[in-house]
């Protein structure tokens, strides 16, 4: 199993900073951001769908078809604000498509059934 990124506690700091606006730098954002694709990774192994994050990170997720070269057939795309408050449980995934918040492409590009990441125990989730 390779070595986690970004530790437990770190991330939930950030992730916390950022939801409660009591840090508001790009750095903690993107902490935040691939704290929680790290988190969606673990949650969903796989290869079919593409989850970017711009600037901060994109990770393949969800079992299936993979991909090999060029643009991956299922894409999801959105902001890290919106990307923290969707992996948090904060917003949900029907209400960032209805708002235009997410960009997603392909018939398996749907993240509705693996949010939150964030486990019970961080107490931010369902």
Known sequence: MAKRGIDDAIGF?????????????RD????????????????????????????FGAVQVVEGPRHTRGTPPNVIETDASTWVQLASGRLS?????????????????????????????FGLGE
């Open 13 to 25: 700091a950030a992730v916390t900073a950022v939801l409660d606006e009591t840090d508001t730098s």
């Open 28 to 55: 903690t954002l993107a902490t935040a951001a691939r704290y929680l694709l790290q988190l969606l990774a673990e949650k969903a192994p796989g290869h079919t769908v593409e989850v970017r994050v711009p600037p």
């Open 93 to 121: 995934w029907a209400d960032a498509d209805r708002a235009a918040l997410i960009s997603a492409s392909g018939t398996r590009a749907t993240l509705a059934d693996l949010l939150p990441v964030l486990p019970h125990s």
